[in-house]
Each structure stands twice: as C-alpha cells, then as structure tokens.
C-alpha cells in the first residue's frame, strides 16, 4: 500500500524556468511534509517542510505548497538551476518526530 | 563538523555471509533509522531507534538486525536470511520530537 505517491518518475525543464514536482498521499494521519533532494550515491538532502496547519512555505526559491482536501503537495522551484538536477523525494509523517514515509521519487533534469 | 559517517562507501560480500554496516552520528540526536533504496524505488525503513537500548521494525526489517547500545552509533548487521540484500543502505538521525531526518553519505552493499 503506497501511502505517498509520486506519480512523474521524471521531469525536465529548462534552465530560468519552473520546475513543478507533485506528490499525493493517502493517508490523512499524515500531517508534516518534507521534501528532500537526493544526488546519485549520495545521501538525500533536506530541502524544505510544511505543517498541514500551512497551506504554503516558501524558502528561497523552493516553494511548497500543501492542498489538504486533494492530499497533494506540490513543490515549485524557480528559477530552475542545472545545478538543480537531483531525485526528488516527497515524504510525510504522523505526527512531528515520528518516522517518515517516502514517495518513489522524481528524477528532475534541468538543461542549460 | 557535525554529521553523520557510514563506513564502508562500497562493500562486496560473498551469498552466504552476514555483514555489519556503520553508522555514527555526533549530532547528538536521539533518534536513528536505517532505510533501503533500490533502483526506481522510494526509501523503505527497515529498523529505527527512538533512544539508546530500544528500536522497532520498519516496513522491511526481515532478514536484518540492529542495535543500539550508544546514541552516537546504530550498526545494521544484514544476515544471510535477507533474500536480495544488495542495495544502497543509508541511515538517518533526527532531533526528538522533529520530522526532520538528517542523512549519511550511504553505503553500496554488493552481494554476490
């Protein structure tokens, strides 16, 4: 039972544009949302969260945006770097410090 | 430089033979976790820990076993009982009560 769904294993942008990653979930105990970024044989990066009393985040020029009554997340990257090419991960969890549930990923590709 | 090490990078082991793989942290974070990625897949947890001398299964834990006998330290030993061991193992700390997982650099198993 995939409870985080990432249903795009791929994305390609070009560079100054925006990349838009989706993500949805199933399950509605869910209520913290991360969004990690992950280089090949390396360990995923934090990127950025949101609560589910939010229904935005921004950091930079990562934005999350949260959709409560879809259970969908999306995060937006602008503008879009090459530098930005990485796996993306979406992830939820329970409660805050309770253990984390990872979609399958999104492979995003930013050309020059 | 806080963070977390994983020791070997790349470790090749003959079918057959249990092998224990590293993980230290000096962040001074209670809680640890161990997952698997395999190619097109998300991150899958296979045993976390809370605090020192208690752990709980993931999703995947057959085939595994962990300990936890200091806060800085969470070996995962993978035993011959595990069917398809080779895979990219990484393992994570968090803060108590904080979503955020904090990840090592990961180790490549090899099973042959």
């Known amino acids: 039972d995939q409870q985080v769904k990432q249903n795009s294993p791929s994305l390609s942008v070009q560079e100054g544009r925006i990349s838009i990653l989706n993500c949805d979930y199933t399950?509605?105990?869910?209520?913290?949302f991360l969004w990690y970024k992950k280089y090949p044989a390396e360990g995923p990066t934090f990127l950025i969260s949101?609560?589910?009393?939010?229904d935005k985040n921004e950091d930079g020029r990562f934005t999350v945006f949260l959709n409560k009554s879809a259970k969908h997340l999306s995060l937006h990257i602008v503008p879009s770097q090459p530098g930005d090419s990485a796996v993306y991960f979406c992830?939820?969890?329970?409660?805050?410090?309770?253990?984390?549930?990872f979609g399958e990923g999104t492979q995003l590709t930013v050309n020059p | 430089d806080g963070g977390i090490t994983q020791s070997p990078k790349y470790l090749f082991r003959k079918e057959g033979q249990n092998v224990t793989l590293s993980c230290e942290q000096n962040?001074?974070?209670?809680?640890m976790y161990w997952y698997r990625q395999d190619p097109g897949q998300g991150l899958r947890l296979i045993y976390y820990?809370?605090?020192?001398?208690?752990?709980q299964k993931g999703d995947i834990a057959e085939g595994y076993s962990v300990s936890r006998e200091k806060k800085e330290s969470f070996p995962l030993t993978v035993t011959s009982a595990q069917k398809n061991p080779t895979a990219f193992y990484l393992c994570?700390?968090?803060?108590?009560?904080?979503?955020?997982?904090?990840f090592g650099p990961g180790t490549r198993l090899t099973v042959t």
């Open positions: 820990s809370q605090i020192v001398n208690d752990f």
């Open positions: 399950n509605s105990m869910f209520d913290y």
């Open positions: 992830a939820a969890s329970g409660t805050s410090g309770s253990r984390l549930t």
């Open positions: 994570a700390s968090s803060r108590q009560g904080r979503s955020e997982q904090y």
């Open positions: 949101i609560s589910s009393i939010k």
């Open positions: 962040l001074n974070h209670d809680a």
